[in-house]
Structures are given as structure tokens and as C-alpha cells.
């Protein structure tokens, strides 16, 4: 019981580390540096989507049957992998075998993190500090984030390459600490007669459970629109800032300081939700959400209202996070949060190359617009739908 204890803080340094990712605020313009066009640089980002959406369940699945342990460590090494081929590829190709290894590095690690850390605290049967310990995670997030962009961006302005090269060390270190994480017992997913069988059986089982928790799916679709929307304005808008004049060092402040506000609202989220609830916290964070989407089309605003836009990005992820991790059994958490990062990767893979070709055609302020109409629509769909789903209950 002790070492499941100790999970919640190594996890706290498990994020340090590996989100101190110096590349986080600069790779599109270290892709722009290689010559590699917005349209192109899109592609990447499709390309790691696509093998992202082929992989997810599949991964989810290796977590539940493997060990989230075991799934975390391999997600390290693809990532080390990936950082590599970053720095000596000079070419598309190479590229986008790179961001096929980010996206295995990713799907490895993306359900099995989560679920590492809350069937800990269910076997302590203290699951419900889960908002606590994840709202204290993303700090230590955001701060990993603050530091790296304006760390990588002053780095960026002398040398792109050793942005990666101390990336690659940090990602070493972090292979060794994940080698350190106690396997939680609960969860343990039935053994069939073969491997292929209990994949499988995994799988099937687990789209059975979300097919019978319509919630479940609507707050996993909840949240990844507003992080397709997000992400995309988060990526593009590196190179927007950098069009109208900004240093490395200066985006890197910009992305900073939405991270700090970040932090701020992740670890105040479970005292917002027990105050508001999550119905009319989603509600209000929605509206919220447009008008900002909107801001980051007017000349002048888009640099504040991306910053607060963040600030949003880091309450949901972890208010919405809780409320689905409580809807999901034990023995089907990393599958079933593997697809959730499936569906982020379906909506990527059709709007982020879409907003780098209308970018290279008509400029960014515009392509934002785009993006501004989108998020209107989409969000306030949902917004529907949340207060049918109130009415009804």
C-alpha cells in the first residue's frame, strides 16, 4: 500500500520531467526552418493523428492486458526514438516517421498515465482526491510547460538543434524513473487462452461498456472538440505570433504565462466543480470558450485571448477528467481513455491541415476564423445538449 502511495508523488515528478519539452513551443518553426511549408507542416501533424487514431485502442488495450507500468516505460523509448530521428532528419520523409513514433510514444503512455494514478487511489479507496491529485498534477504540468517554452524559446534563438538535444536527455530520464512505479492489482484484466483472445475480448468489451453510458461518450466528445480547437490555435498561432514580429523568446513568454493561469485553474477546479457542478461549469465555460475563440481573430487581442483560453484548457482537462474516470470500470479505463484520445485524433486529422492550406492561401487571422466559426457551432451543439440532458433529469 505504501508504493501505491508514493505512485502520486513519483507521478508528480514523472511530469516534471517529461513535460519539460524545450521542442513544445518551437517545432513548427524548427519544421518552417527546415523548409517545410504550412500546408506540410499540417501534414505532420495529420500524419502523427492518423497513426494516433490507428493505434489508440490498441495501446489502451496493451495497458489494461501489460501493465500501465510496462506501457508508460515502452512509450518513453518510442519518444526517445522520435527525438532522434527530429534531429538528424532533414527531410519530409524522416519527419513523419518521427511523428509516427511521437504518436506510438503518446498512445503508449496516454490511457495508461491516467489509469496508473486512479485505480492507485481506488485500491487506497480514496479515489475521490482524484480532482485533487490530478488538479496538483497539472500544476506541476503547467510549470514543466512555463519553464520549457521560455527555456526553448531563448534556446530556438540560438540553436534549434540543442532544443532537441537536451529534450532527448530529459526523455532518457525519464525512462529510468518510469521503471520505478508500483503496478496497481486492481484492474487486472482476465487472462483468455491466448493473447489474441484477451486483445479482443478486451476491446469488444470495452465499446460495450461506452454503448451502454451515453453520458460517457458525450463528455468524451465534450472535451475533445474543445481540444481540437484549442490544440490547433495553440500550434498555429506559434507562427502568427512569429509573422507579426515576435521572437522565439517572446512566444515563449506569451505560451507561459497561459500556462501559469493554467495551473491557477487546475488546482482550483474541484472546489469550482463542488460549487457550480459540472453541468452548469460546462455550460458557463462554453460561452466563455466562443468568445474567446473569437478574440483570437481581432488584431491585437489574440495574444490575451489565447491566454485565457489556456486558463479554460487547464480547468476542463481536469473537471472533466474526474467525471469520466468515474464512469469507466477498473479493468477498462486505459482502453476506453485510449479512445478518447482517438476521437482527438479523428477531429485533428481533418481540421489542423485544413487550417495550415487555407493559412498558406488567405493567412492565419483568417484560417482563425475558420476556427472561430467551428468552435461556434460545435460548441453551442453541445451546449444543447447538456442542458437537454439537465432538463431531463
Known sequence: MENLKKNIYKDYLFTLVTRFDLTHGIW??????????????????????????????????????????????????????????????????WFAVSFFFTA???????????????????????????????????????????????????????????????????????????????????????????????????VVSSFKVMSGKKELVEMIIALEIFSTFYTTEFFYMQNHLKSLGNSEFQIGIILSIGALLAALTAT????????????????????????LFWGMTINGVEKYAFIFLTAIEGLLFVVMGDYINKLIPSDKRATIL?????????????????????????????????????ATISLFILGKIIQKRNNTK
Open 268 to 291: 482550483q477546479a474541484y472546489k469550482l466543480e463542488a460549487r457550480f457542478k459540472i453541468k452548469k461549469l460546462l455550460t458557463v465555460t462554453i460561452i466563455a470558450a466562443v468568445i
Open 338 to 374: 485510449s479512445f478518447q484520445s482517438m476521437i482527438f485524433s479523428l477531429f485533428m486529422i481533418i481540421l489542423f491541415p485544413t487550417v495550415g492550406k487555407l493559412g498558406d492561401l488567405f493567412g492565419l487571422r483568417n484560417a482563425f476564423i475558420l476556427v472561430a466559426i467551428g
Open 104 to 202: 506510438l510514444g503518446n498512445n503508449l503512455e496516454s490511457g495508461a498515465g491516467d489509469a496508473l494514478i486512479y485505480d492507485s487511489l481506488k485500491e487506497l479507496n480514496i479515489e475521490n482526491d482524484y480532482m485533487k491529485v490530478r488538479g496538483r498534477n497539472e500544476l506541476f504540468f503547467q510549470i514543466a510547460k512555463t519553464f520549457s517554452l521560455i527555456l526553448g524559446g531563448y534556446i530556438a534563438t540560438l540553436s534549434y538543434t540543442s532544443v532537441y538535444m537536451i529534450s532527448l536527455v530529459f526523455a532518457v530520464i525519464s525512462i529510468i524513473h518510469a521503471f520505478s512505479f508500483t503496478e496497481p492489482q486492481i484492474g487486472r484484466v482476465e487472462k483468455k487462452h491466448n493473447i489474441w483472445e484477451t486483445f479482443s475480448h478486451q
Open 28 to 93: 513548427l518553426l524548427y519544421l518552417a526552418s527546415k523548409g517545410l511549408n504550412l500546408f506540410q507542416i499540417g501534414l505532420m501533424e495529420t500524419i502523427y493523428h492518423i497513426s494516433s487514431f490507428l493505434m489508440e485502442i490498441p495501446t489502451g488495450a496493451v495497458a489494461d492486458i501489460f501493465g500501465r507500468k510496462t506501457s508508460r516505460i515502452l512509450g518513453r523509448v518510442s519518444t526517445c526514438i522520435a527525438i532522434t530521428i527530429m534531429i538528424f532528419g532533414n527531410n519530409v520523409v
